[in-house]
Structures are given as structure tokens and as C-alpha cells.
């Protein structure tokens, strides 16, 4: 059997462009849509959940057709096996936690009391159900709202940048959470949001749209090492290598992360050995040398071979040089003057130099 697929087929005018989107994207994985304020995120979302009914659409969730203009279809929002949650949590302010729960439950086509028992401890609300969502915090009101859209099993959860309005106490303890409720519950989630954070720890496919039309939309790792465009989630151009905990150093608190063809130490953040996990490398973080570095108090360096050149459109001075490491590819962000002086060239050997890692667990 074909991996189903989520067909999503839009042509709408919006005020001053038109959201025109043609993609398919992997069904039960976490999708990334990433975008400045105002290209369409919001309005996309609304289409897939039939809030908004698009000029023109053909839009397919496994074997369902919820829009097909073709046929004259349109499946309505409450017929849809869909879950939104928008970045204000949007509780109902007179009813408990329990009963917003059981809101959600009762619109799903098979209530079952398991599925109910299974999302509060998937949330771990069970303290929370006789609340009021007043007297909840923001962390607190958004996991019942994510709670309340898994109350009805959907086939697809739509988050419309959910974190965005808490504090980062709140975010890391509900982006794990986010992560897993994909994997639990076998569902699709498209999730929108504009932290390279969130996309480097949640993606397993990033899609860009920028002023309503689709600028990338692939596999993660594969978005962030397309030549084409290092710079598709902004200025600060970066790297993510998949790695796995093969050492630990106790006495300097450090980790060691290896991927195919190399290794980095990194402060120990509590992962286990073996553990898998996401490092993240700003390419202004990775600086080249044409020896092997022997006296520098940088710890991780590679061996490399340079991929490609490229000037920096944005920035006269600098150029972004694309590393392979193995079957692995890195941004190094260096100067056109240190380009020159050091004669870098396509193919040649090179020593990356990384100053600092970010973990993404
Ligand atoms: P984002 O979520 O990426 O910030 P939105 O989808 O909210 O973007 O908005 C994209 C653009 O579409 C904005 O210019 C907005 O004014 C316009 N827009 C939003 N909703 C509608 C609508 N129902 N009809 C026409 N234009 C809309
Ligand atoms: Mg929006």
C-alpha cells in the first residue's frame, strides 16, 4: 500500500495576492509551515478546516475529499476529522476542563471513553479537569486546547502558532509534548510558527510560504541544505545534522554526538547514551581552516570538503560556503576577504570549525 498523503490543491484571492498552493505532503508526520506575518498561514489553515471556503480546491486527507470543485464538494468543518488550535487558547470561559474536554469528544463520530481517558493522560490534565480555564495559566490553557482537539481522534491537528503567546518556561514544556502527540495518536499536524527553533526541533517536513505561494517544501534537513536558498528561514542561516549520544564525559559534563561521518561534544543536557537527537549549527558558528587546527580552544572541528561558494546577497562582505561532511552537508558563514586570502575552492579539503552547537532535545 501507497504512505497516504495529504493533497492539498488552493487557489483563493486574498487582499492584495492570492494563496495559490499545490503540494502533498506526507500523512502522519509533522509538517512545519513557516512564513512571515501576513504571507497566508492563517488563511491556509482556514481552508483545510472549511472555516474558509476557497475560491477554488481540491483538498484530500488519506482517502477523505473534503473540498473538490471539480465534483461541487465541500465537506463542512464539523464533518471534517480536523483539530485547531489557534495561538489565544480558546476555552470555553463558563464550562471546566472536564466539560470542554467532553465539547471536543462529543462532536467526534465515535466517542469513545478510552480515547478520552487516553488524551488526559497523554496531556497529563488529570489535576486540572474541575478547573476553571480562568484560574489556568497560559501553558496550562493551551495543553487543554490541544488536549481538546485530540479528544476527537482527527486525522489532522492544525496549530496555528500555538506557543507563541507564552514564556519560554511554557513553550519547552509543551513543544516535547507537541512532538509526541503526532507519534501517540497516528495523526498529521501542520504547524505554523516563525521560530527556527520550533521548526529545527519539530519538522520532519518544512514548508515556506511567502505572500501566498509555496517557496519550499521538503524534508527538513533537505529545506535547510538547498543551495538554492540557504536563507529560507531568514537571515541567520543554519544546519541540522541528526545525531545519536555515543559517549559522555562526566568530569567536563559533556556529550558526545556523532552522525555518519563525524562527532561533536556538547554540554550534557541529561540524554541518555544512544539517544538521538537534533543539533543545530549557525553557519556564523562554523568557521574554516585549510590545516587541521591543533592549538585552538575550539573543541568540535571536521574534516570537510568544500560543495559550493556562494556570495551573500544581502551582506556585500560575506559568503556562505557549503560543507560535506560525509553524506551530511554544512554552512559555514565566513567573510569573501578569508574566501580570497585562503584561496577556497570547490572540491578542496577543509577543517570546519564549530564554535557552538545548539541541542535540539
Ligand atoms: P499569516 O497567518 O501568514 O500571518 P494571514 O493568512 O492571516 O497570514 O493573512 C494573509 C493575507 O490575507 C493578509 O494580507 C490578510 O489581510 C489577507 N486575508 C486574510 N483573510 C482574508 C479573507 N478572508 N479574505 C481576503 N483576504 C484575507
Ligand atoms: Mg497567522
Not at 210 to 232: D, F, H, Y
Not at 288 to 309: E, V, Y
Amino acid at each position: 500500500m501507497s504512505p497516504s498523503l495529504i493533497h492539498i490543491d488552493i487557489d483563493t484571492p486574498l487582499e492584495s495576492f492570492s494563496l495559490r498552493v499545490n503540494v502533498e505532503l506526507p500523512a502522519q508526520q509533522i509538517v512545519t509551515l513557516f512564513g512571515h506575518s501576513g504571507s497566508g498561514k492563517t488563511t491556509l489553515l482556514r481552508c483545510l478546516s472549511g472555516l474558509t471556503r476557497p475560491k477554488r480546491a481540491f483538498i484530500r486527507v488519506d482517502d477523505e475529499i473534503w473540498q473538490d470543485d471539480r465534483q461541487g464538494h465541500f465537506t463542512p468543518p464539523w464533518m471534517r476529522s480536523i483539530g485547531v488550535v489557534f495561538q489565544e487558547a480558546s476555552l470555553f470561559a463558563h464550562l471546566s476542563v472536564m466539560e470542554n474536554l467532553q465539547f471536543g469528544f462529543k462532536r467526534s463520530p465515535n466517542p469513545s471513553a478510552t480515547q478520552l481517558q487516553h488524551v488526559i493522560e497523554a496531556f497529563d490534565i488529570g489535576e486540572l479537569l474541575h478547573r476553571s480555564p480562568q484560574t489556568l495559566s497560559g501553558g496550562q490553557k493551551q495543553r487543554v486546547a490541544l488536549a481538546r482537539a485530540m479528544t476527537t481522534n482527527p486525522k489532522l491537528l492544525l496549530l496555528d502558532e500555538p506557543l507563541a503567546a507564552l514564556d519560554p518556561v511554557a513553550k519547552e514544556n509543551l513543544l516535547p509534548l507537541i512532538k509526541s502527540t503526532c507519534k501517540d495518536f497516528r495523526t498529521s499536524l501542520i504547524y505554523v510558527t516563525h521560530s527556527p527553533h520550533e521548526v529545527a526541533y519539530l519538522s520532519q517536513t518544512l514548508m515556506v510560504l511567502n505572500n501566498g505561494v509555496i517557496n519550499a517544501c521538503a524534508p527538513l534537513l533537505e529545506a535547510l541544505s538547498n543551495s538554492q536558498n540557504p536563507w529560507i528561514l531568514g537571515d541567520d542561516v543554519a544546519s541540522i545534522l541528526e545525531c545519536e549520544v555515543t559517549q559522555k564525559d562526566p568530569q567536563f559534563g559533556l556529550l558526545l554526538l556523532s552522525f555518519t561521518a563525524g562527532a561533536l561534544w556538547v554540554k550534557d543536557s541529561g540524554l541518555a547514551l544512544n539517544e538521538r537527537t537534533r543539533v543545530r549549527l549557525l553557519a556564523k558558528d562554523v568557521s574554516l581552516s585549510l590545516s587541521q587546527p591543533k592549538d585552538s580552544s575550539i573543541q568540535n572541528t571536521l574534516p570537510t570538503q568544500i560543495a559550493l561558494i556562494l556570495d551573500d546577497p544581502k551582506e556585500r562582505s560575506q559568503a556562505l560556503v557549503q560543507l560535506k561532511v560525509g553524506e551530511s552537508l554544512i554552512w559555514s558563514r565566513i567573510t569573501q576577504r578569508a574566501v580570497k586570502q585562503l584561496n577556497l575552492q570547490v572540491g578542496q579539503s577543509a577543517w570546519a570549525q564549530v564554535k557552538s552547537v545548539a541541542l535540539m532535545d
